[in-house]
């Protein structure tokens, strides 16, 4: 059984900010490309923003680009997601995901391949 543990989320007035954090104890997490999921009442879950091991390339949605920056620190195997300019279609809750040979963009295009998932963190805009 995966290990996640996702902290971060919260309740902000629209224009606010929250990072994310996921922390993945049983990974050696530089070998694996990363992402943030998120899936919204009555929604399908969808791929925010993953990023690939190595050479870090990253994929976003277009809804948060320029908004949100994910991150990674493969000595603490920890993976964050920075949110700011939140909105209230931002309201979810946000998941985050690892997985092995395949491109950020295959990744977070592809949440039915993802394997495990963690309980997830509520995140809550609304004025």
């Known amino acids: 059984q995966v290990r996640f543990v996702e902290s971060g989320g919260g309740s902000v007035q629209p224009g606010g900010s929250l990072r994310l954090s996921c922390v993945l104890p049983?990974?050696?997490?530089?070998?694996?490309?990363i992402g943030w999921f998120r899936q919204a009442p009555g929604k399908e879950r969808e791929g925010v923003s993953c990023s690939s091991g190595g050479t870090t390339t990253t994929f976003y949605i277009d809804s948060v680009k320029g908004r949100f920056t994910i991150s990674r620190d493969d000595a603490k195997s920890t993976v964050y997601l920075q949110m700011n300019n939140l909105q209230p279609e931002d309201t979810a809750i946000y998941y985050c995901a690892v997985a092995d040979h395949i491109t950020p963009q295959l990744m977070c295009t592809s949440p039915r391949s993802i394997p495990s998932w963690g309980q997830g963190t509520q995140v809550t805009v609304s004025s």
């Open positions: 049983d990974f050696t997490l530089e070998n694996f490309a």
